[in-house]
């Protein structure tokens, strides 16, 4: 039987840094930053955004959904549980920030920790009794728990309910650099250094024993248990994981917005979050980079069609996913074993 082709760009981006040295891997990774570092000054080219203004586009949706996708992609991607209600954590994270900031005058930087930390004791809580749950049970829980935060915020009084939580502090400036509304570079770069050192956690724990453990619950959990893995302990670690990730994305989200209401945070958000994974390729941090980016910059960039711009975005979603079900850049090792059932 033919074998399929699976040749695509993660396949060639591979073969290039495979056959790479350090010093030019090296070259690459800078190159690459600083390139990306870059893309706040092409607001006056073709990727321009008619209506947002482009360099808050770059922040959020764009970078935001590029740190979220890989916070869920720790849950989905690596250790196979379906989470429906990853906007919970991000939730938690802006209301720390808004509470906190507008209460207790710490700037962002001071509240961050707690912001990740309040994000990673929810984790923890909804995983000990519900992570014992597969599948379809697993995720209509998660589902609950993102609708049960997002009511508890709207009908609360120290959330100020449905009105939200206004001026929330901007985050103080770093050295010569300054947090401005009107020009959110500074913003881009400070998500931009979260991303970097997110995919860096993710890669060191991918090739170690939590990243080994993920991968065996996520092929078969119960193979993984009769071999001594203990499953319950890495998946509260990936959930809790993914949730401090959820936690950061939020805090920054709410210094930036300035105000925050629980409309913000819908089950939308979560099924979006969940796209930019499995349209990118779940499990591969590049394709889930690529796919939250797409899925971000895309209804911005053709807002001018106004409600036709929502037909336009779903189409391309059915399209790519019948075309490429896997993702953009599927994981390797589904393609590998593609490859060699089809010569068989």
Do not use: H
Request: aromatic share 12%; glycine share 10%; net charge positive.
């Amino acid at each position: 039987m033919k074998i399929r082709n699976y040749w695509n760009l993660r396949d060639w981006g591979a073969g290039i840094w495979e056959r790479s040295g350090r010093p030019a891997r090296v070259l690459i990774a800078v190159t690459t930053i600083f390139l990306v570092g870059l893309l706040p000054f092409a607001g006056a080219s073709f990727l321009a955004t008619p209506i947002a203004a482009y360099d808050a586009v770059l922040v959020y949706p764009v970078a935001v959904f590029v740190l979220m996708a890989l916070g869920l992609n720790i849950v989905v991607g690596k250790s196979g549980m379906l989470d429906l209600g990853y906007v919970a954590f991000f939730a938690i994270g802006a209301y720390t920030m808004a509470i906190m900031g507008t209460t207790t005058g710490l700037n962002t930087w001071e509240i961050m920790p707690f912001g990740i930390a309040f994000a990673m004791l929810a984790g923890v809580i909804l995983g000990l009794p519900t992570l014992r749950l597969r599948g379809d049970y697993l995720a209509i829980v998660t589902l609950g728990f993102g609708e049960i935060v997002r009511l508890v915020l709207l009908n609360s009084s120290w959330s100020k309910g449905p009105n939200g939580i206004a001026n929330v502090p901007m985050p103080p400036d770093i050295g010569p650099l300054k947090f401005k509304l009107d020009d959110q570079k500074v913003f881009f770069w400070v998500v931009l250094i979260m991303i970097l050192l997110t995919i860096w956690m993710i890669r060191r724990l991918s090739v170690r024993r939590p990243g080994r453990a993920w991968e065996a619950i996520r092929q078969d959990e119960d193979a993984a248990e009769l071999m001594g893995v203990p499953t319950l302990k890495y998946k509260i670690w990936s959930f809790t994981l993914g949730a401090a990730i959820g936690g950061a994305a939020g805090v920054l989200y709410a210094s930036k917005n300035l105000f925050i209401a629980p409309e913000m945070f819908t089950l939308n958000v979560s099924i979006l979050i969940l796209a930019c994974v499995v349209f990118g390729g779940i499990g591969n941090i590049w394709g889930v980079i690529i796919g939250a980016t797409i899925l971000g910059y895309l209804p911005d960039r053709i807002r001018f069609i106004s409600d036709a711009r929502l037909l336009v975005f779903g189409l391309v979603l059915v399209v790519v996913m019948n075309f490429r079900p896997d993702g953009l850049l599927p994981r390797k090792k589904r393609e590998k074993a593609i490859v060699k059932k089809g010569a068989n």
